[in-house]
């Protein structure tokens, strides 16, 4: 697989990013002007590599095919989760010194993300024949299994752990809400990302097995990323700097790695 330019930059740009995020980590470094630029530092991988990802999907056809519209729809996914991180970042960490927005306007990008790498996702399956194989007993069993041993322990998690089995409403009913929205959320698009590598690795020959091994490797980071934020902001450990923000630029930037590398053969 010949690795585009785009991806390069992202990737030593990626690897800038977990050495800066992990030295606050291992640091304890907190509630610092750092922790907040961080924040902003790590939101330009899906910003700009979203942006480069749907500029790729024209090469497809754009709307025109299901890759065109796989690529363009993940990629603006990405894109909207990153103009979410700006929000985050730059209007309240940066200029109104609010260090955990949650929930804000932040979460009108995030939310947004999912519905857009759904119809992204869906196409995909298409595009590789895992929505025929679907059909099929494996691909039956396939999605009844993944997503129920994931639900069980994202409730684990979320409402046994986190909220000893109650549901108290101290941070907010919208709070409550996107808790449970994003790692749900998460839950659908992992499923299909895991049917499409379970029912239709070889698509092509394999020609583009790394590049959807890169999609579905960055749901599956997403999706632990998503449900430990709602656990520790919870149980009100989470700070800017926090290890699940070394979580989300990693899938972020497994995603556009993905969408970046689907190359139209000649």
């Known amino acids: 697989m010949n690795i585009s330019t785009n991806s390069k930059i992202i990737f030593f740009y990626y690897i800038i ?53 796989a690529i363009f729809f993940i990629s603006a996914g990405v894109t909207a989760w990153g103009i ?20 804000s306007l932040a979460d ?8 857009f790498w759904a119809i992204g996702i869906i196409n995909l399956s298409k595009a590789t024949g895992a929505h025929v194989s679907i ?19 994202s409730y684990y998690l979320l409402f046994v752990l986190a909220r000893g089995g109650s549901i108290p409403l101290d941070g907010g009913a919208t709070k409550l809400f996107f808790d449970f929205a994003y790692p749900f959320g998460d ?15 070889n698509y092509l020959g394999g020609e583009y097995k790394y590049p959807i091994i890169c999609i579905i490797v960055g749901f599956i980071i997403m999706y632990i990323a998503d449900f430990s934020f709602s656990y520790v902001t919870t149980n009100m450990t989470y700070y800017n700097g926090h290890w699940v923000d070394i979580m989300f630029p990693t899938a972020m930037a497994f995603l556009t790695f993905g969408i970046n590398n689907f190359e139209v053969r000649k």
């Not at 009108?108 to 519905?115: E, K, Q």
């Not at 839950?187 to 690795?201: E, K």
Request: charge should be positive.
């Open 17 to 69: 990013i977990l050495l800066w995020g992990s030295i606050f980590y291992f640091q304890g470094i907190k509630q610092t002007e750092a922790n907040y630029w961080y924040q902003f530092a790590f939101g330009l991988i899906p910003l700009f590599g979203g942006i480069m990802g749907m500029v790729n999907a024209k090469k497809w056809g754009s709307l025109k095919s299901n890759v065109g519209r």
């Open 108 to 115: 009108v990008g995030y939310i947004l993300a999912i519905p």
């Open 135 to 153: 059909k099929r007993i494996k691909g039956k069993v396939l999605l009844f299994v993944i997503p129920v041993v994931a639900m069980l322990i």
């Open 187 to 201: 839950l659908i698009i992992l499923t299909f990302a895991l049917l499409i590598y379970g029912l239709s690795f």
């Open 84 to 103: 979410g991180q700006m929000f985050w970042s730059v209007y309240y960490n940066i200029i109104l010194k609010v260090e955990i927005p949650y929930p």
